[in-house]
C-alpha cells in the first residue's frame, strides 16, 4: 500500500498517518519529522534547513527529494509508505512519479484531507497546548507569524499539486473537518 496525505498545516495528516501505519503496518515518511531531525542532528542538510523552516517556508525540492528518495529505498518501506507533507509542490510531485516509475513502483491511493482554513489556526493553538501539557516542546514553527507563511506556501505551492492529481484522475477528497474516527472511516471506504 502506498498513499499520499495531502492537506494544509493542521489538517490532521499526521493523526491519521498514524493511524494508517498501526492498520497496515507500513512506515508513515513524514519529510516534516525528517528535516525536524537533521536540524536536531545538526547534519548539513538541517542546517541548510533551520532558518526557512523556522519562518514556515518551504526547503527545496532538491533536498526533500533527496530525503525521500533514500528513504524509501529502506527496507521498511518495501511493502509500502504514507507520505506525509511530501510532495509540497508540482516539481516535487513530478520527480515523485519519475522516481517511483525508475522503481516500477505504484502509488495506490492519493487523499486530501479538506479543511476549512479558518479553523487552522485553532487546531495549530490546541496542538501547541497539548504538546506543553504532555511535557513535550512547541514546533519552532507552530506560532502564529510562521504558521500564516505555511498557509501561504500552502495556498501557493502545494494547493496546485492537488489539481496535478486531480487533472490525473487520481485523487480522493475526504472531508477533514469531520470528528477524528469519521475521518478514519472515510479513509477506510477509499482504500477499501
Ligand atoms: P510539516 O511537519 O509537514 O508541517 O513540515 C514542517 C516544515 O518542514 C515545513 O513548513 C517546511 O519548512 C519543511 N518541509 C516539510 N516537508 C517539506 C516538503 N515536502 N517540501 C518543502 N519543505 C518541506
Known sequence: MRLIL???????KGTQAARLVEKYGIPQLSTGDMLRAAVKAGSPVGLQAKAVMDAGGLVSDEIVVGIISDRIAEADAKNGFILDGFPRTVAQAQALDELLARKHMELDAIIELKVDENALMSRIENRARETVAAGGT???????EAFKVRLDAYRVQTAPVSAY?????TLKVVDGMAAIDAVTKAIDAILG
Not at 495531502?6 to 490532521?12: C, D, I, Q, V
Not at 492529481?165 to 484522475?169: F, L, N, Q, R, W
Open 138 to 144: 512547541v514546533r519552532a514553527d507552530d506560532n502564529p
Open 165 to 169: 492529481y486531480a487533472s490525473k484522475g
Open 6 to 12: 495531502l492537506g494544509p498545516p493542521g489538517a490532521g
